[in-house]
Every structure is written in structure tokens, then in C-alpha cells.
């Protein structure tokens, strides 16, 4: 599957690194970084961490 996370939006809550930290990092200087493409099997955790952003800056696309 797909995602994409705004990076205009996101303020850096971290709550999607701590739910899928195979997915999402906040690099050395503090910004996000994560994988376009994710396995399926990661879907319920991705799920989980578009809920949980405040800012709901994470999107999946398919
Ligand atoms: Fe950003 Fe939301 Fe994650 S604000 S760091 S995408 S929890």
C-alpha cells in the first residue's frame, strides 16, 4: 500500500513513529521521514497512527 504524509502539516507529534517504527522517523534533525510503500501487513498499525496524528497529516492512498 501506499501513504503519504503532508510534511506542511505535520508538527512533529512523533505518535506515528512510536506506533509503526518500521514506517515512520524523525531523523537527526528532528524531521519526519518515512516509507512510501508499506507492506500490507502493516496496515491495522498505519491505520492506527493516521488516527492517531493530531494534525492528520498522514494519509493512505490505496
Ligand atoms: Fe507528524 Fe503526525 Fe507523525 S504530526 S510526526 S505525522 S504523528
Given at each position: 500500500?501506499?501513504?503519504?504524509?503532508d510534511l506542511d502539516i505535520c508538527q512533529r507529534h512523533a505518535r506515528c513513529?512510536?506506533?509503526?517504527?518500521?514506517v515512520f522517523e524523525l531523523d537527526e534533525?528532528?524531521?519526519l521521514t518515512y516509507h512510501a510503500t508499506?507492506?500490507?501487513?502493516?496496515?491495522?498499525a498505519v491505520e492506527?497512527?493516521?488516527?492517531?496524528c493530531p494534525t492528520q497529516a498522514i494519509r493512505i492512498l490505496d
Amino acid at each position: 500500500m501506499k501513504i503519504v504524509v503532508d510534511l506542511d502539516i505535520c508538527q512533529r507529534h512523533a505518535r506515528c513513529c512510536l506506533s509503526v517504527p518500521e514506517v515512520f522517523e524523525l531523523d537527526e534533525a528532528g524531521l519526519l521521514t518515512y516509507h512510501a510503500t508499506v507492506d500490507d501487513e502493516l496496515r491495522d498499525a498505519v491505520e492506527e497512527a493516521v488516527d492517531g496524528c493530531p494534525t492528520q497529516a498522514i494519509r493512505i492512498l490505496d
